[in-house]
């Protein structure tokens, strides 16, 4: 199974610039895409996706949500944080499965 | 407006049965995978099941292989989990979702809580 690893957490000023990691143990790219995609959560709501494969805004997401990175390192990154960004965010992989995994979530703070 | 809302939950006895379902609404159905992934209470995400479009392509995590079953009524809209010989550790929040790039939309959930 491909682990993906996210820090706990992230502690971040308003209108500053958030960066947030994802680790995983095997390559997720394939033919030149990269298998990973990025879900906000914020406390009480479901999921919702962001980014897929690897840098491609989903529908209705801000262009201040912004994806990166191939292999086994990728960055979600928030450019500005607006006070709305407070959640926990997740990466998740579908390059291998089963399973689709997940990194256990970084939950972003406000400083 | 896509909408997937889910049912069936509630508080059951460890080894009991239970089966949730997810209705859509909003998009075609038929032309979309579907899957139900949990969330323990403070915890993260976990995916469960996949069912393909057609029901051609079922898979399972290894944690509910054997006491788990994804099935779908194309005709009815609903993606259904069935869930036997439940234990304390599958008590969590079951989200279904579709899936075309990613995990594309979610449900709102619906709580699964297994205790004597």
């Known amino acids: 199974d491909i682990v993906l690893t996210q820090s706990p957490a992230l502690a971040v000023s308003l209108e500053q610039r958030a960066t947030i990691s994802c680790k995983t143990s095997q390559n997720v790219d394939n033919y030149g895409i990269s298998y990973m995609h990025w879900y906000q959560q914020k406390p009480g709501q479901q999921p919702k996706l962001l980014i897929y494969e690897g840098s491609n805004l989903a529908s209705g997401i801000p262009a201040r949500f912004s994806g990166s990175g191939s292999g086994t390192d990728f960055t979600l990154t928030i450019d500005p944080v607006e006070a709305d960004d407070i959640a926990t965010y997740y990466c998740?992989?579908?390059?291998?499965?089963?399973?689709?995994?997940f990194g256990g979530g970084t939950k972003l703070e406000l400083k | 407006e896509v909408q997937l809302v889910e049912s069936g939950g509630g508080l059951v006895q460890p080894g009991r049965s239970l089966k949730l379902s997810c209705l859509a609404s909003?998009?075609?159905?038929?032309?979309?995978?579907m899957n139900w992934i949990r969330q323990a209470p403070g915890k993260g995400l976990e995916w469960v099941a996949s069912?393909?479009?057609?029901?051609?392509?079922?898979y399972y995590a290894d944690t509910v292989k054997g006491r788990f079953t994804i099935s779908r009524d194309n005709a009815k809209n609903t993606l259904y989990l069935q869930m036997t010989s439940l234990r304390s550790e599958d008590t969590a929040l079951y989200y279904c979702?579709?899936?075309?790039?990613?995990?594309?939309?979610w449900g709102q959930g619906v709580m699964v809580t297994v205790s004597s």
């Open positions: 069912i393909s479009s057609s029901s051609s392509y079922i």
């Open positions: 909003g998009f075609t159905f038929s032309n979309y995978g």
């Open positions: 998740q992989q579908s390059k291998d499965y089963p399973p689709w995994t």
């Open positions: 979702g579709s899936s075309y790039m990613a995990f594309d939309y």
